[in-house]
């Protein structure tokens, strides 16, 4: 974060006038880029500045008259119907961050979106992007990886996280437990491979809303599956009769929008190619039963600015023993 170290923000408040109108709002670099500034603030009898990047909007809730009135008005209002509370937005500062006498930067933020991780990048040696393979927000410059949370402190020269005791722990699926846990599966998957191989898009779409409809009586209002019911049922079915249990395992995870083709129904024509369903449907399965599962993995720990391989079990992020939210 070398574009914001404490000594160049400094000079910047001590040099140039703050924005008209206000005390202590000043540019971060060119003063026509006004959305991205800093304010100067005070803690423990130091300057601090807080880093901003153009507005966000933030929830303010009001009473039911003022609602009624914002409507009548024709303003942004919403309720919410489970709790009874009634809000509106209002635009706020989109806070990146704090610097601080120690040449600190302290990532402040609520979320960020595409735009900020370009702005941070501008102001960086490296880049920010999201990564959800890599468990949210990452730092990278060149090889080396920084998952940012909200609180991380790092030094704006360097990077280097100012935290003590960062731990990442990624999972790995130990393949012998693995394999057991999916053994029971296996001539399921081969059956519906089969099936799925012989049958086009409309047989496939028409033979899994006949199956939604056999089955959604079991439910007790008789118009749906729940989740919880789909799985129960396909497990006890996937030796007894596999193609129905294929079917209800889709409902359950929702594959390809499984739900709302069978209450819809079919056309003369259909996109679904039952292969593409299958084979989404078995990796979605595997991963469910995986994570329902947690003796198959085995944990793995990074340290900050190792690189972190792509995964699909996320990241776990401790700081001093505690849990902390990647961005």
């Not at 991780?117 to 949210?136: A, E, K, P, V």
């Not at 012998?176 to 089969?194: M, P, S, T």
């Not at 089955?215 to 596999?242: C, R, V, W």
């Not at 039952?274 to 198959?296: C, D, G, I, S, W």
Request: aromatic letters at 14%; a positive charge.
């Amino acid at each position: 974060m070398r574009h914001l170290e404490y000594k160049r923000l400094l000079s910047v408040a001590h040099s140039v006038a703050p924005y008209r109108g206000t005390k202590n709002r000043f540019p971060i670099g060119s003063r026509r880029e006004n959305n991205k500034y800093f304010l100067v603030g005070k803690e423990e009898g130091k300057a601090i500045f807080n880093v901003v990047y153009s507005e966000r909007y933030v929830r303010k809730y009001i009473t039911k008259k003022e609602y009624e009135e914002y409507l009548l008005q024709g303003k942004a209002a919403g309720n919410d119907s489970a709790t009874g509370e009634y809000y509106t937005w209002e635009r706020a500062p989109n806070f990146m961050g704090v610097v601080r006498p120690d040449n600190s930067f302290e990532f402040t933020g609520t979320s960020h979106a595409q735009g900020d991780h370009y702005f941070l990048s501008t102001c960086s040696q490296g880049f920010f992007n999201t990564d959800s393979r890599r468990g949210g927000m990452l730092y990278r410059h060149g090889e080396k990886m920084y998952p940012i949370y909200r609180g991380l402190r790092v030094d704006c020269e360097t990077m280097r996280p100012l935290d003590k005791d960062i731990v990442i722990t990624g999972r790995k699926v130990n393949r012998k437990e693995g394999k057991d846990l999916l053994k029971r599966y296996e001539d399921f998957y081969k059956i519906c491979e089969v099936m799925c191989k012989s049958m086009d898009g409309i047989t496939f779409d028409q033979t899994a809303t006949a199956i939604y409809n056999e089955y959604k009586a079991t439910d007790e209002a008789g118009l749906n599956i729940k989740t919880e019911m789909a799985f129960a049922l396909a497990d006890s079915l996937i030796h007894q009769a596999p193609f129905d249990a294929l079917i209800l395992y889709s409902l359950a995870l929702d594959v390809y929008g499984m739900r709302w083709t069978v209450r819809h129904g079919t056309s003369y024509q259909s996109n679904t190619i039952p292969m593409n369903a299958f084979e989404a449907t078995k990796r979605r399965l595997n991963k469910h039963l995986y994570t329902q599962n947690k003796n198959v993995f085995k944990p793995v720990q990074y340290a900050m600015g190792e690189h972190l391989p792509a995964s699909e079990w996320g990241y776990t992020i401790t700081v001093g023993g505690k849990e902390v939210t990647q961005y």
